[in-house]
């Protein structure tokens, strides 16, 4: 399974930006899907994720204030809807996929896809 995230970009503090993350050669509807973002000099963190049955997520801390991960099967795309956007959202988000009942996570996941770019400034 190949991934590829999209949407990044630079937006002003408050904004929104939907970030996109399709895979070619196999259904999301067979993988948990998570989201991540890494910034300069930090490790990559988990920021949402999306059960394969596309009916249950979970968010780090209170990003799901502002925040929405979500399916649409048709595209076979998962989408990071991301609203009230800060500063301190910066960071390059990537998305990644995992077999079986658990959520990926930064050292376990079956497939990463490139990162995306999204730049918040005040």
């Known amino acids: 399974v190949q991934l590829q995230a999209s949407g990044g970009g630079l937006v002003k503090a408050g904004g929104s930006l939907r970030l996109a993350c399709t895979a070619s050669?196999?259904?999301?509807?067979?993988?948990?899907v998570g989201w991540f973002r890494q910034t300069p000099g930090k490790e990559r963190d988990f920021v949402a994720a999306l059960n394969r049955a596309a009916d249950t997520t979970h968010y780090a801390g209170d990003l799901g204030d502002r925040f929405t991960i979500s399916r649409d099967s048709a595209k076979n795309t998962v989408y990071l809807q991301m609203t009230s956007l800060r500063p301190s959202d910066t960071g390059v988000y990537s998305c990644?996929?995992?077999?079986?009942?658990?959520?990926?996570?930064?050292?376990?996941?079956?497939?990463w896809g490139r990162g995306t770019l999204v730049t918040v400034s005040s």
């Open positions: 990644a996929i995992r077999s079986g009942e658990l959520y990926p996570t930064i050292r376990n996941a079956d497939a």
């Open positions: 050669g196999r259904s999301f509807s067979l993988y948990n």
